[in-house]
């Protein structure tokens, strides 16, 4: 059942099989691949010395893409500057340019219902992309990319149950007698299980299957997923689970674990220590424990704190951010459900099986990591990209935790690039792949956008399938002594 809602304030609750960096076909072997550079649209300016100083000033061009200084005025082609070759990429959209976005609950099962946005749903042809949050955020995080990439694509994003705006529309677990702290204010504390939530248990593998229903009964046909954070794994863990229903997978700073707790179908006995994992109610003591930790983690300050750890690039505007997740910590089902999440069991197959099992299928994944991100660290990028070498790995600096909403530009620049790559089955190249040897040796651009009037610049290295442990030191080192610093 689906219910189709526009307000964004309600609080109640083909897989293509070959590897992810494809080089067209010519005949030959795989290591006679031809690489070819990107179809995209060109801004042609003439260059040289104006003769009117007048005559240099700035060219417009659609979408909103503008850049000062015309004879660095080639859209996508690389331009040398010192040792590392500049490119232009387009700016975000703005206005009516922007692809309109539409909201709606999905109700998955009784009690229990999805909020989730879409945006280019009239490009009938396109491929659907499907984004996953982040632990604490939700739709709103992927605004930049539903605005701009449904304006190519068939575009949707989703709250995980628990979170966001997909919370329980009801106290899951009623206080039986008054006088108990907050019984006005909190749900999910008391002791009454309702029986809709008898089998609610919040976990990886919970979101794993709230997202494989929702493709088949709302998107209705396979998806490209990608993945921040938390729903990184989520991403992963699903197409290893489906792989019919997923054509490719990018991970933005994809978290490598989640859940301590055993789990009851690969530990049956270990986990019934802790029946209540994920579950409402939780036993008094874990309560009160995670109570403590709620009020610290849930203080405006906090947030604010975390936001500031997260985002490499303090001049973001994360006010919408911020906003968005004090409306989530209000909901009276917040408490009790970040409790049962951090309770969490683990998944029944862990990220690197998951990982392998994508490899095997042949599904196709592209990495795109921020490199100051103080939480997941280089280093486990470079891990995944040594376990699918044949993947294209995107490191992005400055940029945290959550370069999607940082970045947006570069991200949707490079998803863009990747997905046609692998709808054209390699006759379109990957991004920066101009040259056979980046195959293996990679190679590094500076990206250049603008922002507000301004012009912003980004570093972005694409390793190879080489990845010596210099390189490895190398990128673990920069981090830490960034991440020290501020």
């Given at each position: 059942?689906?219910?189709?809602?526009?307000?964004?304030?309600?609080?109640?609750?083909?897989?293509?099989?070959?590897?992810?960096?494809?080089?067209?076909?010519?005949?030959?072997?795989?290591?006679?691949?031809?690489?070819?550079?990107?179809?995209?649209?060109?801004?042609?300016?003439?260059?040289?010395?104006?003769?009117?100083?007048?005559?240099?000033?700035?060219?417009?061009?659609?979408?909103?893409?503008?850049?000062?200084?015309?004879?660095?005025?080639?859209?996508?082609?690389p331009k040398k500057v010192g040792e590392i070759e500049k490119m232009i990429i387009p700016s975000l959209p703005e206005g009516p340019e922007s692809s309109l976005i539409s909201t709606g609950f999905w109700e998955w099962k009784p009690k229990l219902s999805v909020y989730y946005?879409?945006?280019?749903?009239?490009?009938?042809?396109?491929?659907?992309?499907?984004?996953?949050?982040?632990?604490?955020?939700?739709?709103?995080?992927?605004?930049?990319?539903?605005?701009?990439?449904?304006?190519?694509?068939?575009?949707?994003?989703?709250?995980?149950?628990?979170?966001?705006?997909?919370?329980?529309?009801?106290?899951?677990?009623?206080?039986?007698?008054?006088?108990?702290?907050?019984?006005?204010?909190?749900?999910?504390?008391?002791?009454?299980?309702?029986?809709?939530?008898?089998?609610?248990?919040?976990?990886?593998?919970?979101?794993?299957?709230?997202?494989?229903?929702?493709?088949?009964?709302?998107?209705?046909?396979?998806?490209?997923?990608?993945?921040?954070?938390?729903?990184?794994?989520?991403?992963?863990?699903?197409?290893?689970?489906?792989?019919?229903?997923?054509?490719?997978?990018?991970?933005?700073?994809?978290?490598?674990?989640?859940?301590?707790?055993?789990?009851?179908?690969?530990?049956?006995?270990?986990?019934?220590?802790?029946?209540?994992?994920?579950?409402?109610?939780?036993?008094?003591?874990?309560?009160?424990?995670?109570?403590?930790?709620?009020?610290?983690?849930?203080?405006?300050?906090?947030?604010?704190?975390?936001?500031?750890?997260?985002?490499?690039?303090?001049?973001?505007?994360?006010?919408?951010?911020?906003?968005?997740?004090?409306?989530?910590?209000?909901?009276?089902?917040?408490?009790?459900?970040?409790?049962?999440?951090?309770?969490?069991?683990?998944?029944?197959?862990?990220?690197?099986?998951?990982?392998?099992?994508?490899?095997?299928?042949?599904?196709?994944?592209?990495?795109?990591?921020?490199?100051?991100?103080?939480?997941?660290?280089?280093?486990?990028?470079?891990?995944?990209?040594?376990?699918?070498?044949?993947?294209?790995?995107?490191?992005?600096?400055?940029?945290?935790?959550?370069?999607?909403?940082?970045?947006?530009?570069?991200?949707?620049?490079?998803?863009?690039?990747?997905?046609?790559?692998?709808?054209?089955?390699?006759?379109?190249?990957?991004?920066?792949?101009?040259?056979?040897?980046?195959?293996?040796?990679?190679?590094?651009?500076?990206?250049?956008?603008?922002?507000?009037?301004?012009?912003?610049?980004?570093?972005?290295?694409?390793?190879?399938?080489?990845?010596?442990?210099?390189?490895?030191?190398?990128?673990?080192?920069?981090?830490?002594?960034?991440?020290?610093?501020?």
């Amino acid at each position: 059942m689906e219910v189709v809602s526009s307000s964004h304030s309600c609080l109640a609750f083909n897989r293509t099989p070959s590897s992810a960096w494809r080089f067209p076909g010519n005949g030959l072997g795989p290591g006679h691949a031809k690489l070819t550079r990107p179809r995209s649209a060109i801004l042609c300016v003439r260059s040289g010395t104006a003769s009117n100083p007048a005559d240099s000033g700035k060219v417009h061009a659609s979408h909103g893409f503008y850049v000062s200084d015309v004879d660095a005025a080639l859209q996508g082609i690389p331009k040398k500057v010192g040792e590392i070759e500049k490119m232009i990429i387009p700016s975000l959209p703005e206005g009516p340019e922007s692809s309109l976005i539409s909201t709606g609950f999905w109700e998955w099962k009784p009690k229990l219902s999805v909020y989730y946005e879409k945006s280019g749903i009239d490009n009938s042809k396109a491929p659907s992309v499907l984004f996953l949050p982040g632990f604490g955020v939700g739709t709103f995080h992927f605004e930049k990319q539903l605005k701009d990439l449904g304006r190519d694509y068939k575009v949707w994003t989703m709250d995980f149950l628990g979170q966001g705006m997909s919370l329980p529309c009801e106290d899951p677990a009623p206080k039986s007698t008054s006088g108990e702290l907050d019984e006005d204010t909190y749900w999910g504390f008391g002791q009454e299980l309702q029986p809709w939530a008898e089998e609610l248990v919040y976990s990886i593998d919970l979101w794993r299957d709230q997202v494989q229903h929702f493709i088949e009964e709302v998107i209705g046909e396979p998806v490209y997923i990608v993945g921040n954070s938390l729903g990184g794994f989520v991403s992963l863990y699903l197409a290893a689970s489906c792989p019919h229903l997923v054509k490719g997978v990018t991970l933005l700073n994809a978290t490598p674990f989640w859940g301590f707790l055993p789990n009851p179908a690969t530990s049956p006995r270990l986990s019934k220590i802790f029946p209540w994992a994920g579950t409402f109610p939780l036993p008094s003591f874990v309560r009160k424990l995670t109570e403590t930790v709620w009020q610290k983690i849930s203080d405006p300050r906090s947030i604010q704190g975390i936001l500031k750890q997260v985002y490499a690039d303090h001049s973001t505007n994360v006010d919408m951010v911020f906003s968005r997740i004090i409306e989530t910590t209000q909901h009276p089902a917040a408490a009790a459900s970040f409790a049962s999440i951090m309770c969490a069991p683990k998944g029944q197959i862990s990220f690197e099986e998951a990982l392998s099992r994508c490899q095997r299928q042949g599904i196709p994944i592209s990495l795109m990591y921020g490199r100051e991100d103080p939480w997941v660290r280089p280093i486990w990028g470079i891990k995944v990209k040594q376990q699918v070498p044949e993947s294209p790995y995107y490191e992005i600096s400055p940029a945290g935790h959550c370069p999607h909403d940082e970045v947006p530009e570069v991200i949707n620049y490079l998803l863009r690039g990747w997905l046609k790559n692998v709808e054209s089955e390699g006759s379109v190249g990957v991004p920066f792949l101009e040259e056979p040897s980046y195959a293996e040796n990679g190679v590094s651009r500076e990206l250049e956008f603008v922002r507000g009037g301004s012009k912003k610049s980004v570093h972005v290295r694409l390793f190879g399938s080489k990845i010596s442990l210099w390189s490895q030191l190398r990128s673990l080192l920069k981090s830490n002594t960034r991440v020290i610093s501020r």
